[in-house]
C-alpha cells in the first residue's frame, strides 16, 4: 500500500490545496466518480487487506464474454496494482461462499432475475447492487458488466480510503444500489486528423472504465480543412492536403490505396487487441468511416467520385461512389466487434439533400444487412419534401440549431445521442476564437443550463428550456464528449490529448451516469474537485501520467561521468519533471544522431529537436562541438523549455505552429515527457555528461 501512497502524492502534488477526503465511515461512502445512486449504512466496517479472496460465483460466474470470472481477473490485478500488495490469492469459482474473520472476501455473484433501468425505464445489464458486511464485500448483478462496475466503485472506494488514512482500508458496512442514467456514456477522438497508436487508445480506454465510461467513438477517417487548398477552379492543392483513413487493408487488397500512410492506420490484428481491450474494460468501440462529406481521402484516391469543385466531397450520382464505399465497409465490417457504427454524414451539401438522404440510408440498409449492425449519423440539416432519413438511424446531435433541433428529432420518432457542441466539444490545444475551452468547462457542466442547473444527456440548449427534454424522454440514449483534432498532427502529442481528456472524461462521467437534479447522491463540485485528482493518480491498468517511482527523493536516475551510449529503466517520464545534462557533439557529424529516446519521444542533437507522435519541434539552438554546453529542460503539462549554461532568463520554448483554417498561424507550447529509456543513439558520435532525471520542475 505505501507504493499507491507515494503515487498519490506524486500525482496529486499537481493539484493544489491537497484534497480533502473526509467522512464517517458509519455514515457514508467516499465520493467517488460517477457517483452512486443509493447507498444505507450500517454500524460497522469491512477491512481490505492483501489477503482477501475474491470468489466467483459458479453457477453463472462464467457466463457470457467477457464473463464475471474474467471481469474479476482483471479486477484482482487491478487490485493488486492500486493498493500496493504483492499478492492476492486467486480468483475462485465457487457455488457460494462468504468471507469470515480470518478470511474475509470480495463476492461475485451474476443474479439474472435482478433487474436495473435506465432513467426512461428501459432496462439495462449495467446496474448492480453491493452488500458490505465486517468479513464479505458482495457485487451482484443481472449481467457481467454490472459487476464490473461494481468493482470500479469498490477500487474507487479503496483508493479514497487509503487516501484518507495510510494505515487501514477500511469500508462502511451497509447496502447500495447503483445503475446509469442512460445508455451511452462515451467520448468521441478524432483520429482522422490526428494519429493515434493502439497502445496509447488502449490505455485510454482502460483509464475512462475507471469512470464507467462505456463507449470510444473513433473518428478514423478525415482530412484537414483549408479552403486555400481545397475549392477554386484548377486549384490541384487538395491533393496534398492532409488526409487520413486509419483501417490497413490486407496487402493486395483493391482498396490499398485508400490508405497512403501505412505508417499511421491500424492492421486488423492490432486493432482487434485494441477492441478486445476495451471489452475487457467495459468499453465498446464505435468505429466511424465518414462519408459524403468529409471524404478528401476517397478523392484522393479515386479523384473521379468527388463532387465538382468540393473535393472533400463525394458526388453521390457518380455510379460507381456508393458501390466503393460499400466496398470499403465489406473489407472492414468484419472487423469490428460492436453492434453499431457510425457512417459519419455531416456538413454535406444541403441543395443535395435528396441524393443525401438516399445514401443515408442505403448504407444503414446494407450494414444490417451485411452484418447485423446499426447505423449512426452526425446531425445534418437536409431539407427536403420528399425524402426522410430512416427512424433505424440514431442521430447524434452536435450542433444546436443550426444541424438539428433534437427535441423534434425525438418527437418525430428519431433516437438521438447528444454531442451538443456548446457542452461537450474540445479542440486539440487551441480553439479558433475560444469557441470551445480546453477542457470540458466546470461552470457550463455544474451550472451552465437553463435556471443556472447541472448540465446532463438531456440538456441541449443553455438558455432555452423548451428545446431540453427530460431525462426520462424514451427517445434519448445518452450522451457523447468529443475531442476535435483540426490543426491536425503537429498540434499535440497523443499525452497533450490524454490531458486535455483526463479531468474531462470524469466531469463527463458524472452527469452522464447519474444527471443533474435526479439524485440525492449526486456530487457537488466541490466533492468532485476533491476526489477527481486522487482517482485520476490511482487509476488502474494503465499509466497515461506516466509516473515511475522515483530512486531516491525525488530523483528518477543521475548518472555521472560520460557516455555515449546507456540504457536506463524507465521508458517514459511524464511531467513536471527536470531532465539535466551537458553534451559536446561530435566535431565531425555534430547533427547527428539522438541525446535521449523514450517511449513517447525522442531528443535529436540537430537543434536539439523533440520527435513525437512522428512530428518533428525544433529548438533551434545548434550546440557548440568544442565545449560541453549544459542542457536543463523543464517540462509541465502544459509547456516545455530548456536553460542554457544556466541562462534563466532566457529561456528556450519548444512549441508548434498552426494554420487555422488557412486564415492564420497561431503558435502553442508543446509538453514531452522525458525520453528517459537510452541516452545517445542513432549513430550520436558524441559524449554525454552529468545526466540527472528529477520530478518537479
Known sequence: MLVLIWLLAAITSLYAPWPTIAISLETSLYSQVPSVAIFKPTKGTFQLASDVRIIVDSLHGTDGSPSAYAFAETFRTDLMSLAGFRFVPPVLLSPGDSGTKDAPAIVIEIDPNLQYSLYNAKPTDEGYDFEITEYTYTIKASAPIGVWWGTRSLLQQAVSAMAADSKVVAFSTGKGTDAPGWEVRGFMLDAGRHWFDTGFLSELCIYASFFKINEMHLHSSDNLWNPDFLYGTGNEGWKELYAAFRFQPPHGSPISGLVPRLNESWTQSDFSALQETCTNHGVTIIPEIDNPGHSLIFSQWKPELMLSGSPDSLNLSYPDTIPTIKSVWEEFLPWFTSSEVSIGADEYDASL??????????????????????????????????????????????????????????????????????????????????????QLSPDLIWSGAPGGTGWAPNIFSPTDASNNTQVDDPMLRGAIMALWSDWGNNATTMLEDYYQLAPSLALFAEKAWAGSGVRDTELTRS???????????????????????????????????????????????????????????????????????????????????????????????????????????????????????????????????????????????????????????????????????????
Do not use: C
Not at 440539416?381 to 423534434?408: G, M, R
Not at 428519431?414 to 479558433?432: P, T, W
Not at 565531425?588 to 544522431?593: A, I, L, S, V, W
Open 527 to 697: 466533492q468532485f474537485e476533491a476526489v477527481y485528482p486522487v482517482l485520476n493518480a490511482a487509476a488502474p491498468g494503465q499509466n497515461l501520467n506516466r509516473v515511475v517511482k522515483p530512486e531516491r527523493g525525488n530523483t528518477i536516475y543521475e548518472y555521472a561521468g560520460s557516455y555515449n551510449l546507456l540504457r536506463t529503466p524507465y521508458t517514459s517520464v511524464g511531467p513536471p519533471y527536470t531532465l539535466t545534462f551537458s553534451v559536446k557533439p561530435d566535431a565531425t557529424h555534430p547533427t547527428q544522431g539522438l541525446l535521449f529516446s523514450g517511449r513517447d519521444s525522442k531528443l535529436w542533437v540537430a537543434n536539439l529537436t523533440f520527435e513525437a507522435t512522428g512530428q518533428l519541434y525544433a529548438l533551434g539552438y545548434v550546440l557548440p562541438t568544442d565545449a560541453y554546453t549544459t542542457v536543463s529542460i523543464h517540462a509541465t503539462t502544459g509547456y516545455t523549455y530548456a536553460i542554457i549554461d544556466g541562462d534563466e532568463d532566457h529561456p528556450y520554448y519548444w512549441y508548434t505552429i498552426m494554420d487555422i483554417w488557412g486564415e492564420y498561424l497561431t503558435v502553442g507550447n508543446m509538453s514531452f515527457a522525458a525520453p528517459s529509456r537510452q541516452i545517445g543513439g542513432e549513430a550520436f558520435g558524441g559524449l554525454v555528461k552529468d545526466i540527472s532525471l528529477v520530478l518537479g520542475v
Open 353 to 438: 439533400a435528396d441524393d443525401y438522404i438516399s445514401f443515408v440510408n442505403e448504407m444503414s440498409d446494407y450494414i444490417m444487412e451485411q452484418s447485423s449492425k446499426s447505423v449512426r449519423i452526425w446531425g445534418t440539416n437536409e431539407p427536403s419534401d420528399t425524402l426522410s432519413v430512416s427512424k433505424q438511424i440514431t442521430i447524434q446531435h452536435w450542433d444546436f440549431p443550426d444541424a438539428d433541433i433534437p427535441i423534434q428529432l425525438m418527437n418525430e420518432g428519431y433516437y438521438v445521442i447528444n454531442s451538443e457542441q456548446y457542452f461537450l466539444y474540445l479542440d486539440g490545444k487551441f480553439s479558433d476564437g475560444d469557441e470551445f475551452p480546453q
